[in-house]
């Protein structure tokens, strides 16, 4: 099962900008989609940013215009640019990868968005 590792969360004022990357343990040619998904402190993960191998990415409207994800393929990596970052955004985020019906997911990252 591929390891996924990401990096890049940390404390960050409102108005501030993040990027998060998730490594993969193998080529990510071979994933159906990755993306990033997260979770609040008593509230359900909720789905931040979907990147296909094939078709339009998809994002939460919370956060469309904010945020952007991508990948590297020869690094086997891929990215979230969190930009004029609120409080509602601090979460843990996880990046994921599917392949067919089956996700695999990183330890996450935690980011604090707060003054």
């Known amino acids: 099962q591929v390891q996924l590792v990401e990096s890049g969360g940390g404390l960050v004022q409102p108005g501030g900008s993040l990027r998060l990357s998730c490594a993969a343990s193998?080529?990510?040619?071979?994933?159906?989609?990755m993306g990033w998904y997260r979770q609040a402190p008593g509230k359900q993960r909720e789905l931040v940013a979907a990147?296909?191998?094939?078709?339009?990415?998809n994002y939460a409207d919370s956060v469309k215009g904010r945020f952007t994800i991508s990948r590297d393929n020869a690094k086997n990596t891929v990215y979230l640019q969190m930009n004029s970052l609120k409080p509602e955004d601090t979460a843990h985020y996880y990046c994921?990868?599917?392949?067919?019906?089956?996700?695999?997911w990183g330890q996450g990252t935690q980011v604090t968005v707060s003054s």
């Open positions: 193998e080529s990510i040619f071979s994933f159906n989609a």
């Open positions: 994921y990868a599917r392949r067919g019906s089956r996700y695999s």
């Open positions: 990147m296909p191998s094939v078709g339009m990415i």
